[in-house]
């Protein structure tokens, strides 16, 4: 599965309440699970996308959409390494928000995607995407979105018991774990040093 550029904002998408309630014969469309318009978007290392963005999380693909720029990523569900939600405030909004690893973005990286002004020193493959919706009480729901309709795409290539970095242990994140995609109830808490080391959070493939 390859990411595909899109020029058009995505149309025909059933609402996941509507769905709910529908006939099977009627079950051909997409469904859309969550939306976010003029949502933050920031990446790293930098991509031919930022700024106010519009987030469509759907049965078959999550989709970035800018109207200002009539330009849009489609990423497949096995394209997601990770999803969690960013506790520590020194991410790129410096609050609460959505943290996202894929890989293979090539075609839609960014010229400017140096780093410190060396053109020779670029970040690997992997992109890290930060989204904060446009409505912060909605993260929740986005994290569970996210989770559910990535549990019906699972990564072929995997590895759930690879930890978290040790350098990273300053940080707080919390993801999908032991294949459960319904968000825990401590989603958006600061967790406390000593609930970090009885739960210890896990880097894993978003299945």
């Known amino acids: 599965m390859a ?13 996941i309440v509507e769905h709910q309630s529908a006939t099977p014969s009627t079950f051909s ?10 949502a933050q978007f920031k990446t790293v ?3 031919d996308l930022s700024g106010q963005v519009d987030i ?7 989709i970035i959409f800018s109207e200002n720029l009539s330009l849009g990523l489609q990423i ?10 960013h506790q520590t405030p020194h991410n790129a909004f410096d609050t609460t ?52 309709c990535s549990s019906l795409h699972p990564c072929t ?18 993801t999908q774990a032991n294949g459960n995609p319904e968000t825990p109830a401590s989603a958006g808490q600061t967790r406390t040093r000593e609930e970090e080391e ?4 896990k880097w894993r493939c978003t299945d």
């Open 198 to 201: 009885i739960n210890e959070t």
């Open 157 to 174: 290539d995997q590895n759930s018991d690879e930890k978290i970095d040790e350098s990273s242990s300053e940080h707080e994140w919390i």
């Open 76 to 85: 497949p569900y096995p394209k997601i390494i990770l999803h969690a939600i």
């Open 45 to 47: 290392p930098m991509i």
């Open 29 to 38: 469309s997409q469904v859309l699970h969550f939306f976010s318009k003029n």
């Open 97 to 148: 928000c959505i943290y996202i690893q894929i890989e293979d973005l090539e075609g839609f990286m960014s010229t400017k995607n140096d780093v410190n002004g060396d053109p020779s020193e670029l970040y690997s493959n992997m992109v890290e995407l930060y989204i904060l919706p446009s409505d912060p009480l909605t993260l929740n729901d986005f994290f569970a979105a996210l989770s559910n």
């Open 3 to 15: 990411f595909i550029r899109i020029h058009e904002r995505p149309t025909g998408l059933i609402d």
């Open 56 to 62: 469509y999380i759907t049965s078959e693909n999550m």
